[in-house]
């Protein structure tokens, strides 16, 4: 994934960069084609950014948010109808986990519910480790980091303005 992330945006990232050079009098359309090209680099950075990370707790990387859930607030791990990866919390919250949205491809290799057995493991293995002494931290959220992301919206934006100022 991380090879298909970095083809992606090499491709139209030299496609946005060679749009902003080329002049052929039109007023701001290739600054538009730039800032759809950066744009959709963003967009595409975010989504293969999708990832799970088993630490000392579960942290579920999706395109905009980031979640740390302790194993001790996960009550159940299940695989939904449409083959999602859902984390079911012991205070009734679902984290859905973008990294394994059910597609075609999973319906064959199961991925999905490889990632589920893999987590309620950790999980039976963090509390056994724990003992009696459950942790009493709680899940959070904060926002996603992504900079290559981010870097390609801001030049997605500024080609944007630039075409509105020179005229589309």
């Known amino acids: 994934m991380i090879v298909l992330s970095w083809i992606h945006t090499l491709s139209f990232g030299f496609f946005g960069f060679l749009m902003t050079q080329i002049d052929h009098g039109s007023r701001g359309g290739l600054m538009s084609g730039a800032a759809s090209c950066f744009g959709t680099i963003a967009i595409v950075r975010r989504i293969f950014g999708a990832r799970v990370i088993l630490d000392r707790q579960v942290t579920v990387i999706n395109p905009v948010?980031?979640?740390?859930?302790?194993?001790?607030?996960?009550?159940?791990?299940?695989?939904?109808?449409?083959?999602?990866?859902?984390?079911?919390?012991?205070?009734g919250g679902l984290t859905y986990v973008s990294a394994f949205n059910g597609s075609l491809i999973d319906k064959f290799v199961g991925s999905s519910l490889k990632a589920a057995g893999s987590i309620d493991e950790r999980r039976h293995e963090e509390r056994r480790r724990a003992g009696k002494s459950e942790s009493s931290s709680r899940p959070s959220r904060s926002v996603s980091r992504a900079w290559v992301a981010d870097a390609f919206l801001a030049a997605a934006i500024f080609c944007a303005v630039c075409a509105g100022i020179i005229g589309i």
């Open 65 to 91: 948010f980031t979640y740390r859930i302790p194993y001790s607030s996960i009550k159940e791990v299940v695989v939904n109808g449409g083959g999602s990866l859902v984390i079911c919390g012991i205070d």
